[in-house]
């Protein structure tokens, strides 16, 4: 047996496949888990510390999946694609813009907290 640490095991078999990293789209994907992740942390965190729930949050909800949504159609049409150029371009646009037209409902409902 090898004493080296990066040596093969007799075990093993020789074409074993070693890391295979994530696709764009499962990581963008992760990206907006990790979004949402932050945002109930902190909704979580100011319940723990006010006592308190926050209420209006709808809109603000929706920012991270309108935003991922349309980065996912970007990644998945440059990486795989599919789907075609000019439909990932207007699923982004229309995603983006209903996003930048939520943005000021949610700081509307998030400030209604705070009177």
Known sequence: MSTEPNAPRENQEPNEKGYIPASPVKRT???????????????????????????????????????????????????????GKWPAILLAVLCWGLAAATVPLAVAGLMSNFR
């Open 29 to 83: 994907m992760a990206w907006i888990g990790l979004a949402y992740a932050l945002l109930f942390l902190g909704l979580t965190t100011y319940f723990f510390f006010t006592g308190t729930m926050l209420g209006n949050l709808p809109p603000l909800l929706t920012l991270p999946g309108l935003v991922g949504m349309g980065a996912v159609s970007i990644v998945s049409w440059r990486s795989t694609g599919r789907p």
